[in-house]
């Protein structure tokens, strides 16, 4: 146990509210975490290591708790509620919702102890993606963008954030952490860039590699010719001479299979999965860690880009009906289908071909009518702040009461839809019904136009 805190101690908020410590839940580089009881009810306690107690530190807890341009970005950030104090304790710590235990770690992921679908791992990045462009948008910088500071829902996809305790202002350099090793961008491992919400589109670059690649987009070759993985070795790597491993153009640090690294260290998994998406994510990885290397301040991938790209993402997903009784995940990729003059995609799991579903174009959007296919306000909403809302689906495609060989398009919204048909013939869709899925028939949702297709 702990020496900061006891089972039973009872520390002082700020607000004049005890807060009773129950039990030590785990320990960090910059101090531990509680369950607490506080304010009727149970919350977690971050409790600092006296040498990162620090002024500048209380100072951040402050303006966090103050509002205004450092207010909560949105319900995913574990955000300080209060500080708290002991007059016997050095330090004091700040505390925070709890973490319910539906929430996994991210090393969860990598280290198989649990197997999401892409579906769930499409939502998980979207909501970092948007999470952290809300933050963006507040004027602030997260600067500590990992693995240990998110977690996630492995059935909804839903997100929490926390250690926001290290957010401050764009470049304001103030509060001393610069990062996680491996996550850094490379102008902060070479010392010679602040963090900033540049430096956070590298780290959450990174992030979404490791969510969906498994692998670290600059550990390659290379990596199989260090003997000793120190402090200079990570400076080299990632920051004097980053190669993304998928990089066209300089293959000196390609991602290299298991026959090669039997330890699976040099990229083997990202082969795997790099197959496996389509174009669209491909392209904006490689731009992150080829441009986004040579131009931090141009070249990144900002996160509203990320929201589109994996937006697009979780649209494409339809199902092959031959390897699985769930139907393995494949995506659609229209680079594929036109570089292949309209030929069937191959399942990539089983290698039989596939029949596309009905899908939906929706201005440059194209979502997939499976049978589980849903559309949501965000694709019918014109609006740059959208809202990524999967719990209350606008459509839904539903089979015919009567006919289960005939599928449609439910309107679940309160607003009355009109479609016309492929006959030219224009009818109201009510809310509760239902427009057959067939090829060429347009939806005008109000604010946007879709078009059915086969």
């Known amino acids: 146990m702990s020496e900061l805190l006891k089972p039973g101690q009872v520390v002082q908020s700020q607000s004049g509210q005890p807060c009773r410590v129950e039990k030590l839940l785990g320990s960090g580089g910059q101090g531990e975490a509680y369950k607490v009881n506080w304010a009727g009810g149970s919350y977690a306690l971050k409790w600092y290591y006296p040498e990162s107690a620090t002024p500048d530190q209380r100072a951040i807890l402050e303006k966090l ?54 579906r769930t791992l499409a939502t998980v990045g979207l909501a970092l993606a948007d999470s952290f462009y809300l933050l963006h948008m507040q004027g602030l910088c997260y600067r500590d963008i990992s693995f240990g500071n998110a977690f996630f829902d492995p059935k909804t996809g839903e997100i929490l954030i926390c250690d926001n305790d290290n957010v401050a202002e764009n470049r304001s350099g103030k509060g001393g952490i610069l990062g996680t090793p491996d996550f850094m961008a490379p102008e902060i491992v070479r010392g010679d860039a602040p963090p900033s919400r540049e430096t956070d589109w590298f780290s959450l670059a990174v992030l979404l590699f490791y969510i969906f690649c498994i692998s670290h987009p600059l550990k390659g070759r290379k990596v199989l010719s260090i003997r000793s993985w120190d402090s200079p070795a990570r400076e080299k790597m990632f920051g004097t001479e980053p190669v993304f491993i998928f990089d066209r153009n300089n293959l000196s640090n390609e991602a290299v299979d298991k026959s090669e690294d039997p330890l699976m260290e040099a990229g083997h998994w990202a082969r795997v999965y790099w197959r496996i998406f389509p174009e669209f994510l491909r392209r904006a990885f490689t731009k992150a860690f080829t441009d986004g290397i040579r131009d931090p301040e141009h070249g990144r991938v900002p996160e509203g880009v990320w929201r589109d790209v994996l937006s697009s993402l979780r649209d494409s997903i339809y199902y092959c009906p031959f390897c699985s009784t769930d139907g393995t995940e494949n995506f659609y990729d229209a680079d594929a289908v036109k570089a292949s003059g309209g030929e069937p995609a191959n399942c990539w799991k089983c290698k039989r071909e596939l029949r596309l579903p009905f899908r939906i174009r929706i201005g440059n959007a194209i979502v ?27 459509a839904e495609v539903v089979r015919h009461p009567t006919d289960p060989n005939i599928w449609g398009l439910k309107n679940c919204t309160s607003d009355k839809w009109v479609a016309t048909t492929p006959d030219g013939k224009v009818k109201d869709v009510e809310p509760g019904r239902s427009v057959p899925l067939a090829t060429n028939t347009k939806v005008n949702f109000g604010k946007v136009e879709g078009e059915i297709r086969y």
């Open 368 to 394: 997939m009518l499976t049978h589980q296919g849903k559309l949501y306000a965000h694709h019918l909403d014109n609006a740059r702040t959208k809202d990524y809302d999967f719990t209350r689906p606008a």
């Open 65 to 118: 708790l103050g509002g205004g341009l450092y207010r909560q970005p949105s319900a995913a950030f574990l955000w300080p509620l209060d500080i708290a104090c002991s007059p016997g304790v050095p330090g004091f710590g700040y505390i925070m919702r709890l973490r319910e235990p539906r929430f996994k770690s991210l090393l969860d992921l990598m280290t198989n102890r649990i197997d999401p679908t892409f």
